[in-house]
C-alpha cells in the first residue's frame, strides 16, 4: 500500500467532491493556528511519537471512504497513517503536511454586470485574489499563488491578462503579483501612494482602469496600510483587500510601531466610513477570510449592508475607535516584516517560501 498522497491528489480528490476523511493528528496550538477544512482533530502527536499503538484508538474512523493523516510538515501523519495500516485500515499521509498544503487552492464563480469574477483561494491560509475578466482581457488582484494558475484560468476563458496589481504590499504572504506580470506580459499596477523598490505603474486615487467592458475605479483606502486600495467594479463589488473582511475589518499596526498604529487607525476609520456608506447591495470581495476553506464553490463575499451589521466598531467615534483598536492590537508575528520587506522588494531569491509563509493569517482585529 502506498503511503502518502500529494496536495496535488488530495486536492484532486477535494475537486472531484470525494469523500475523503482529513484526520489532524498535530497538537492543539498548531490546530488553532490553521487546518483543512472539515477535517477532524485528534492531539495524538506526542503518543505516535511515543509509538504508542493506542494512540487513535478514540477516533471513530469512518469505513466507506479514504482516510488521510495530517501533521505539521508530514512526519508524525506518516507514522499515524502506518499505524491506521497496520490495524488494516485504507489510510495515506499527507506528504509535506500543512506546510505543503498551503499551496492548494480552489475556485469559486461569479459573473455581474456581464463580468466574470474568479476567486482563487488558497485553502489553508484563507487567502484571496481574484482573475476579473471581460471580452479577452482580464485582471488579476492580489496573486498569492504560482503564476501558471492564473494563467491557466485567463486561458481557460479566453482572457489575456492586461493588468496585475496587488491592494497593497501584503505581510502574511509573498505576492506573485510581480512574477505573474512578467510572466504574462501584463502591465504590472499599482497606487501611485505605494512605496515599492521596483518599477511599476503607478495609477491615482479615482483613476479607472478600462479592460474589455470593465471600468474599475482606484479608491484610496488607507489605513490597514497607508497604500491600501479598493478597487470597485461598477456598482456591484467592491475588492476591499484587507480594509475590510466579510466580518472583520483589518489591523492597522502591520509593520508599524505604535504611533504610527494610532495614526493609521485614524485614517483606517476614515475609509470605512466610506466603504460601508456605499450602496448596501454592493458586494465586498476582500484579500482574505479567516477560516480555512471548503473545496465548496461558494464565493466568500458578502453585501455592504451585512457587512456593516457584523462590525459593531464602525459605530463608535473616531477617538473611540482608534482607542479600542490601539488596545487590541495582537503582536506582529516576526514573519511579516521580511514578508513585506520582500513584497516592497519584489524578489525572493534565495527565501524558502514554504518556511516563510506557513501558519495561518492574522490581518484582522475584529
Ligand atoms: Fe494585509
Redesign the pocket.
Known sequence: MEDIITVRELQEKFDKQENVFILDVRPEDQRKEWQIANSVHVDAYKLLNDGDDTALDIVDLPHDCMIVTVCAAGRTSLLASKLLQRKGVQAYSLDGGMKAWNYAWNIARLTVEGVKVIQVRRAAKGVLSYVVGSKNEAIVIDAALDPNVYQAIAEDNGWKIKFVTDT?V???YVSRTRDLGRAAGAKHLMIDKAKLEFNYVGVANGEVIKFGDVELEVVHTPG??WESTTFKLGDSVIFT??TVFTDGI?RPD?KAGAAEGIEKAKVLYKSLKHLLSLNGDMLVLP?HTSNSIAFDGKLIGEPIKTVKSRISLIELSEPEFVDYTASRLPPTPPNYLTIAAINRAGTYDGQVLADLEAGGNH?AIA
Open positions: 497593497h501584503h505581510a502574511d490597514h496600510t483587500g484587507d483589518g502591520l484579500a490581518c
